[in-house]
């Protein structure tokens, strides 16, 4: 506390690595799978302000015998992330 005023939150950067959290998180789960990176640092880090979102990680490339759509998936999913005012690419 600094002259009778409480202190401000702490302030914390989140960064999230996309491989990642899809192969650990979200490979196998559809229902999760728009995941809002916001809600999430919201929920696992509420004593914080969170100063921004960033999302990393490598573009999906179609393959041969893999999930032909993935690379649209993909490009619609951080098109969305573009959109939210804290989580950026």
């Known amino acids: 506390m600094i002259d009778g005023l409480a202190s ?3 302030t914390v950067s989140v ?3 996309g491989f990642n959290l899809y192969r650990r998180l979200l490979e196998g789960q559809p229902q999760d799978k728009w995941l809002d990176l916001e809600a ?8 914080y302000e969170r100063v921004r979102v960033r999302y990393f990680t490598a573009i999906v490339k179609a393959l ?3 999930d032909r759509d993935s690379p649209q998936r993909q490009q619609a999913y951080l098109r969305a ?9």
Do not use: F, I
């Open 8 to 10: 401000p939150r702490p």
């Open 15 to 17: 960064y999230v690595d």
């Open 40 to 47: 999430l640092a919201r929920a696992l880090l509420p004593e």
């Open 64 to 66: 041969p015998g893999a």
């Open 81 to 89: 992330l573009a959109t939210v005012r804290r989580a950026q690419q």
